[in-house]
């Protein structure tokens, strides 16, 4: 199956609920939610049903859009008193993934350009931004993935990490998106190593999944095999996504990724974020600053297992995301094109 031809989240046609791809089943099975209520969407975010910073960008746009639509009064004050309360709801589901809060500011922001206008037609205005925001991330994929296949050359091995895939974003993906451009160009003499990405193995489940069905050259690896594929020269540069970047350069994303980028800095292979510009957050200078979201110890002991595979009553630090350190970073991609340190000065030339 062709990931591409999925949707990772849409508006249903009568715009009664969101359509979401229940990403916890796969690869084993490929099937739809049909969401209707605020809790519902935010239960899927939680629990990482939908999941990836812009694919949460984009659901969060429709669910303000779907709460707003259901909010019966005509009143412009009560309105918007209730779309906060249900925007200050949903932005509790996930807190490091920059996105989520970056495409609820910007639903509120009709609220507020458009105060003057009645009820009913902000209705509609929340439903077109919300539009608005799936098409341009499409497009933002489809550019971060032209510049990542300029990095490119006939044979190339590529590592990746978690999934920063179609299944992450509207299309195309941001660390995937230069393998899927580089398919549409002719390229198809490339190889990528999916690092499994424990504890969720998001790699293996979705990464893998996705590659493979577009028919490209995949290979799985454990997380701990990432040093001996890169030591023996399989790799020639790595990909990953992230879920939101500090001013300094600094990127938050899935546990692990901060490992792969030390081992690539050491191997000498050249090591690119992919970032869409709506996840560089410049009112925050380093990593540190980054909320680091921990999540339930049962990922780590029993969720993957038939019977619990630690003994019981154990510590468990589960992360769900580590900062990698802007030195150990070559580039970051963003659809307005290719920063290099130092980047709050490159994100400032390119208007971010």
């Known amino acids: 199956m062709n990931a591409l031809e999925l949707d990772t989240v849409r508006l249903s046609e009568d715009r009664s609920c969101l359509e979401i791809l229940d990403q916890t089943l796969l690869p084993g099975t490929v099937k739809v939610l049909r969401l209707e209520k605020t809790e519902d969407i935010f239960e899927a975010v939680k629990y990482l049903r939908v999941r990836g910073a812009p694919a949460i960008g984009v659901c969060a746009g429709y669910a303000m859009a779907l709460a707003a639509s259901r909010i019966e009064t005509q009143d412009y004050e009560a309105f918007f008193a209730?779309?906060?309360?249900?925007?200050?709801?949903?932005?509790?589901a996930r807190p490091t993934a920059v996105n989520l809060f970056w495409a609820l500011d910007r639903m509120e922001r009709v609220l507020r350009d458009y105060a003057d206008k009645p009820v009913a037609e902000i209705k509609e205005l929340l439903f077109a931004q919300a539009q608005q925001i799936r098409d341009e991330?499409?497009?933002?994929?489809?550019?971060?993935?032209?510049?990542?296949?300029?990095?490119?050359?006939?044979?190339?091995?590529?590592?990746?990490?978690c999934n920063a895939g179609t299944l992450a974003t509207a299309k195309y993906g941001t660390a995937t998106a230069p393998m899927y451009v580089a398919l549409e160009h002719g390229m198809t003499d490339f190889r990528v190593y999916c690092d499994e990405t424990r504890p969720l193995l998001q790699g293996a489940r979705l990464t893998a999944f996705e590659l493979h069905g577009a028919g490209i050259d995949t290979t799985l690896i454990c997380d701990n095999m990432a040093s001996t594929v890169m030591k023996s020269g399989k790799v020639n540069i790595v990909f990953?996504?992230?879920?939101?970047?500090?001013?300094?350069?600094?990127?938050a994303n899935k546990i692990g990724t901060s490992g792969v980028?030390?081992?690539?800095?050491?191997?000498?292979?050249?090591?690119?974020?992919?970032?869409?510009?709506?996840?560089?957050?410049?009112?925050?200078?380093?990593?540190?600053?980054?909320?680091i979201e921990e999540r339930a110890p049962e990922e780590v002991t029993q969720m993957w297992y038939k019977e619990p595979m630690a003994p019981e009553g154990v510590k468990v630090f589960n992360p769900a995301f580590d900062v990698t350190d802007h030195s150990l970073i070559t580039g970051i991609i963003t659809e307005k094109g290719l920063c290099r340190a130092p980047y709050d000065k490159a994100f400032r030339e390119l208007g971010i």
Not at 82 to 92: A, G
Not at 145 to 158: A, H, R, T, V
Request: charge should be negative.
């Open 82 to 92: 209730e779309f906060m309360r249900q925007k200050t709801y949903l932005s509790k």
């Open 137 to 161: 991330d499409v497009a933002i994929s489809r550019s971060i993935g032209e510049i990542g296949y300029g990095l490119l050359k006939s044979g190339d091995g590529i590592l990746t990490h």
């Open 240 to 251: 990953v996504g992230c879920d939101r970047v500090a001013r300094n350069g600094d990127t």
């Open 261 to 291: 980028a030390v081992l690539a800095k050491h191997y000498g292979i050249p090591f690119y974020v992919c970032a869409p510009s709506s996840t560089i957050d410049m009112s925050i200078e380093t990593g540190e600053q980054i909320p």
